[in-house]
């Protein structure tokens, strides 16, 4: 289950989250997370971009990740012992990993072991920032582009 943020957070992100919407309209999107290498954990297709692990995806790549979709069922075995080296070993390819839909028992033995800021439900409808998407106004943005750049302060916020 998402984090209950406080409101002083959910301001900032949402400032933050103007600020890119802005830069986007404006055609001069920054690219903080060049180079950076995403690992997006979820069983979700993250091709279909009306999902939220789809929205994540973009939201990530138009600020310059990299972004690998790895599905938990190709690598879990059920035998506990054979987790913590597998967490460990995504930790050493990816630079931060998204979690989306995940059992919460399952991301906490991420974030243990794996090394590496893990970021939890952020594309999902239950979260906090979800309902600050009717807040991002101006422009022709859809509801897709303003989620879009919540995504996308809520992933800066978590990767500093």
Excluded: K
Excluded at 50 to 78: D, E, I, K, M
Excluded at 114 to 124: F, I, K, N, R, Y
């Amino acid at each position: 289950m998402p984090e209950t943020l406080p409101p002083a957070r959910l301001a900032a992100l949402l400032a933050s989250a103007r600020s890119l919407q802005q830069a986007a309209a404006a055609g001069a999107l920054p690219q903080p997370l060049r180079g950076l290498n995403l690992g997006l954990l979820c069983e979700d297709s993250a091709a279909d971009p009306a999902s939220g692990a789809g929205l994540l995806r973009h939201a990530a790549l138009a600020l310059g990740a990299q972004v690998a979709l790895v599905r938990p069922s190709q690598w879990q075995t059920g035998r506990p012992e054979d987790l913590q080296p597998t967490l460990r070993l995504l930790g050493r390819i990816y630079e931060a990993l998204a979690c989306e839909g995940l059992p919460a028992g399952l991301v906490q033995q991420i974030r243990s072991h794996a090394g590496v800021p893990v970021c939890q439900d952020l594309a999902s409808s239950e979260h906090p920032v979800h309902t600050l998407a009717g807040q991002l106004e101006g422009g022709p943005s859809s509801e897709a582009d303003r989620r879009c750049c919540l995504l996308q302060a809520l992933l800066l916020d978590a990767l500093r």
